[in-house]
């Protein structure tokens, strides 16, 4: 269509499910400043519990971020940090009760954990960068289990 679409996609037709998505988002930074994320010693303190809540935040306001994305009843979601020598791997899990995917939701709250982390290191560490965004999982509905390759 030239004008790019009708809208959203209707989905009164589909069961309600249980649906679960998994997505993760790399922050890439160097060994020290991750020693100081790994510490709590930066100078904004209490950097994971605070992208943790902002993950939160962010996956609740999906759809007011994301056109086409249909407002979900997000029945849980949790935020979890995986440190190594050179990056944080978030990975935010949401499941719903819904017609739809929680999909989006995880994306949006992994990429926001992301972000509030970079703002939190920003200040010692320049350089940091957020390089992968993506879906590891997801199950439910008619397109049933799905995941992805290894990186």
């Known amino acids: 269509m030239a ?5 959203m996609v209707d989905v009164s037709g ?21 020693a100081l994320l790994s510490g709590n010693r930066l100078p ?9 809540a902002a993950a939160l935040l962010a996956l609740k306001a ?3 971020l994301i056109p086409h994305c249909h407002t979900i009843p997000v029945t849980d979601a949790t935020v979890e ?8 791997t978030v990975r935010c899990t949401v499941g719903t009760l819904a017609r739809t995917g929680a999909e989006m939701e995880a ?20 350089g940091a960068q957020i390089m992968r965004t993506r879906l590891l999982e997801k199950s439910g ?9 290894e990186a």
């Open 3 to 7: 004008d790019g679409g009708k809208g």
């Open 14 to 34: 589909k069961d309600v499910t249980r649906r679960v998505a998994v997505a993760e988002s790399v922050l890439l930074a160097d060994a020290p400043t991750l």
């Open 44 to 52: 904004k303190l209490d950097p994971l519990p605070t992208a943790r």
């Open 62 to 64: 999906t759809p007011a």
């Open 81 to 88: 940090f995986e440190l190594s020598e050179d990056a944080v």
């Open 107 to 126: 994306l949006v709250g992994a990429s926001v954990a992301s972000l509030t982390l970079y703002d939190m290191i920003k200040a010692v560490c320049r």
């Open 141 to 149: 509905g008619k397109s049933g289990e799905w995941r992805a390759r």
